[in-house]
């Protein structure tokens, strides 16, 4: 076995600061260095966050969001079994920015 002292990224829960159409609500997120991308990684790491979310935080639902062009996070949300729920203008994005327009997913406690 191959050790190594190596950043992968962050997966884990988070209150977002700012106003979103769906919220108050908690998301699951995850940003991993590309290296590290298709390996499996964030949807491993993305269910024990859930898991943690529902068993130890008792919340009844999670939702995830992501730039629309963002496809692989989408499937990672999807490997999930979390449902598309809509689109929305992101509000910490500047207007006519390609990233502007999102879509969130979300998975309740009886899903999970």
């Known amino acids: 076995e191959q050790r190594s ?4 990224g962050f997966v884990g829960l988070n209150r977002p600061g700012y106003s979103l159409p769906f919220g108050p609500c ?5 940003r991993l260095r590309k290296a590290f991308w298709g390996k499996g990684y964030a949807p491993e790491a993305a269910r024990e966050a859930l898991r943690i979310g529902f068993d130890e935080y008792d919340l009844d639902s999670i939702v995830a969001f992501t730039a629309l062009p963002n ?5 990672v949300m999807e490997k999930l079994g ?3 729920s809509g689109e929305f203008d992101h509000p910490m994005v500047p207007e006519q920015h390609p990233l502007l327009r999102h879509v969130w997913y979300q998975i309740h406690r009886q899903e999970g």
């Open 5 to 8: 002292s190596e950043l992968v």
């Open 26 to 30: 908690v998301e699951v997120g995850w």
């Open 71 to 75: 496809l692989p996070s989408q499937r």
């Open 82 to 84: 979390m449902r598309r």
